[in-house]
């Protein structure tokens, strides 16, 4: 997927509580970087496609989150809290000396980077790219906004009997799009998500928070993408963020599901590299 040669940087943060964060970088060594940051049972790895299409010009990381991918699964209990995922970032943020970054935060990334802001500001954030972000979670009025197939597959992401557990990570991840993925892919995906332990995703959607006057008052260039077929978290709640942010950006990817930058990536990645430049220093 990388056709052209770039440089990889890859790192091992010590985060919150010690637990290991392996993060890669790719691109030319500057102090400002667009940090790419997944959603539940994912990794790095599926932001190829924009590692692609941004690091040829521009500072790029993506990082594996907690209990995901190539980083360390604590048993600790710290996927239920706020400030585990704050310092993870900041932890991150620290290590690669960044002047700024820019986020690109898809679906329960959301509530991680919110977790960031909550506690460290967004002095060191040049902007924000949320891909249809998870943006409260444990409450009713968050139920209402995740979409009812998804929320029948909980049981089983949460299960330990192998069977179960298997069946609905597959489930889930043909969730993930609106069409059919390429089998190599879905293979990936599914990979991913059966690398991760359910008590990791127990934990993750354990938490009660609501994250709205987070955004309110972000503050900073701020585009919010989603498509209008996603059948895990509802449309209307991604929509519901411009009543939040008035002077975002909205890019609406029509019949595409809740992995846009998958399914349609030319067009993100064309949204996605204006909104960098916007954002970089001039």
Known sequence: MLSTPLAVREHRVAGHGGCGLHVTEYGPERDTAVVFLHGL????????????????????????????????????????????WAHDLHAVLTHL??????????SYAGMVAADYLHRYGS?????????????????????????ETFLGLVPGLLSTEVD??????????????????????????????????????AGMLAREQDNDEVWRG???????????????????????????????????YEAAGHTPFLEQPDLFNADLRTFVDDCLPS
Not at 97 to 103: E, F
Not at 224 to 231: F, H, K, L, P, S
């Open 123 to 147: 002095d060191k954030i040049a902007g924000a790219f949320l891909v249809a972000p998870l943006r409260k979670i444990g409450t009713a009025e968050a139920l209402d906004l995740l979409g």
């Open 97 to 106: 000396g960044l002047r700024s970054a820019i986020l690109v935060a898809w």
């Open 218 to 252: 972000f503050g900073k260039p701020t585009t919010i993408g989603y498509g209008t077929a996603d059948r895990i978290i509802r449309p209307a709640s991604s929509s519901h963020l411009t009543d939040l942010m008035p002077g975002a950006q909205v890019h609406v």
């Open 41 to 84: 049972s994912s990794n790095g790895l599926i932001w190829e496609r924009q590692v692609a299409a941004i690091a040829p010009a521009q500072r790029t990381v993506t990082v594996d989150l907690r209990g995901h991918g190539r980083s360390d699964e604590p048993r600790d209990g710290s996927y239920s809290d706020p400030d585990a």
């Open 164 to 201: 179960d557990s298997l069946a609905a990570c597959k489930e889930f991840v043909g969730l993930c799009r609106n069409d059919a993925w390429p089998v190599a892919e879905a293979d990936q995906r599914l990979g991913a998500a059966l690398s991760v332990r359910p008590d990791v995703r």
